[in-house]
């Protein structure tokens, strides 16, 4: 790949992110994204879309899709993102983003494709029967981020590589078209606390929209009842909770509920042992399950109360799509000259 040597960028400061409208929002998606874009509407210029286009590089029932976008939509309001300080649209609603991202398929090398493991862990043995679309994913990814020159992505470790292909087409789209800092090199945001939450069946499993076992997770959606459900038939062992972060790290389980607790109560995981080691989780699980309601209810009922109103989400992305517009077809016309197309 391209030298990944920083280059002048004279931009202002701004971050993106997205999540795909392919099912249900969990409490990972909340602790490890959605409470973080929240935060960072206050402190950067946001940009956050719903990936409706990066969907389909997989089978979405059409009868679907649309209603799965306004219930990401309205998660990303339960949470607290404000559509008058941050911009919400959905990614098909910005045609400049297939514009762009079809100049970097002619910009980045098949080689770097090649290497994107992501591509192989999702088409399995049977890689000639997945999409084309799902092969370039991580372009039109790229496009995503430049579109709108972002300088900071919130990523996971599974979209790390990802975002440095994006770093390497920018690199060399800037130096093919003989334009020094024209697009950014942007960096991660790494999540922090509650980035990684894993599934209550299973604690070295990442919680996950697809597993089909709907105990593994805390859908945004469900109401105080089965969040405490849920948390009490969260697998365990039969050892109370050490006193020490390193015994802890032995017990994915144990682990893996004291990171909740931690995140949804802010504090540490080791603050967290120093109030619950010795006990065992017939107490500690109690506790988790009635700060897990009291965290999670205000988002699940405010969640239910904007998908009653479908149509002011409509009208929020619509919004939302016309401010994003507004930057991405700037972008787009100054790529298209300095690319030579005609007219531009």
């Known amino acids: 790949m391209t030298d990944q040597t920083p280059v002048s960028y004279a931009g202002p400061e701004r971050v993106l992110s997205g999540v795909q409208p392919s099912g249900a929002l969990h409490l990972g998606n909340y602790l490890g994204a959605l409470v973080k874009f929240a935060r960072l509407q206050h402190e950067i210029d946001t940009f956050i879309f719903v990936a409706d286009m990066h969907a389909i590089t997989v089978w979405q029932d059409p009868a679907l899709l ?16 404000d559509p008058a300080k941050a911009t919400i649209f ?3 609603a910005v045609p400049e983003h ?24 999702k088409s399995g043995k049977h890689k000639e029967r997945s999409s084309v679309g799902l092969y370039t994913y991580p372009v039109l990814q790229a496009a995503d981020i430049l579109i709108y020159k972002a300088t900071k992505v919130p990523v996971g470790e599974d979209q790390k590589q990802h975002l440095e292909l994006t770093r390497d087409i920018a690199q060399k789209f800037n130096h093919d078209f003989e334009a020094p800092g024209f697009f950014p090199l942007p960096e991660p945001l790494i999540q922090g606390p509650g980035a990684r939450i894993m599934s209550l069946r299973d604690g070295q499993a990442k919680m996950s929209k697809s597993d089909a076992s709907d105990l593994s997770r805390i ?16 697998r365990t062992d039969p ?6 972060l390193e015994a802890l790290a032995l017990r994915p389980e144990a682990d893996n509920l004291v990171g909740i607790f931690a995140a949804l109560g802010g504090e ?12 065992g989780f017939g107490v500690f699980k109690p506790a988790l399950a009635d700060l897990a309601v009291s965290a999670l209810s205000p988002v699940s009922e405010a969640m239910r109360r904007y998908l009653d109103d479908p149509a002011e989400i409509d009208r929020i992305l619509g919004a939302g799509a016309l401010k994003a517009r507004e930057v991405a077809s700037q972008t787009v016309a100054e790529v298209k000259a300095r690319v030579g197309f005609w007219g531009a």
């Open 90 to 92: 959905p990614q098909s």
């Open 219 to 234: 859908n945004l959606t469900d109401d105080a009842d089965a969040i405490a459900a849920k948390i009490r038939k969260a």
């Open 98 to 121: 297939a514009e762009l991202a079809w100049i970097f398929n002619c910009v980045a090398r098949l080689g770097w494709l090649d290497r994107m493991t992501q591509f192989k862990e």
């Open 239 to 244: 050892e109370a909770l050490p006193d020490t």
């Open 66 to 81: 649309a209603g799965q976008t306004r219930e990401i939509a309205a998660a990303y309001l339960a949470s607290g993102l």
């Open 268 to 279: 540490s995981k080791a603050e967290v042992l120093a109030r619950f080691a010795g006990q």
